[in-house]
Nanobody, 126 residues
């Protein structure tokens, strides 16, 4: 059974940083992508960043380029999202997701996945 668990959310002041973690388990796929998505109240879900399991290729939404970095951990199926220079508009519930055999841009743009985590709240406020 596919399972994804996020951690690392919280309250941070504008300009601050947070690091989100996603631990995925139950995978038997050879090729997949893991992505971070966010949804603020009253807004559509946004694909923030996605990374390939095979070659580490990454995609970033324009709204986070230069501020967020996605990476794979040493442990298999662990993905991190380092968020720097956070802005109030980054406030949202952040969820990680996994999708089989997909290009990273396709996953982030389509906002569709085979499995989702429960989400973690990120609040940027002074």
């Amino acid at each position: 059974q596919l399972q994804l668990v996020e951690s690392g959310g919280g309250l941070v002041q504008p300009g601050g940083s947070l690091r989100l973690s996603c631990a995925a388990s139950g995978f038997t796929w050879d090729n997949y992508a893991i992505g971070w998505f966010r949804q603020a109240p009253g807004k559509e879900r946004e694909g923030v960043s996605c990374i390939s399991s095979s070659d580490g290729a990454a995609y970033y939404a324009d709204s986070v380029k230069g501020r967020f970095t996605i990476s794979r951990g040493n442990a298999k199926n662990t993905v991190f999202l380092q968020m720097n220079n956070l802005k109030p508009e980054d406030t949202a519930v952040y969820s990680c997701a996994a999708r089989r055999s997909t290009a990273v841009q396709a996953m982030c743009v389509a906002r569709w996945a085979n499995a989702w985590g429960q989400g973690t709240q990120v609040t940027v406020s002074s």
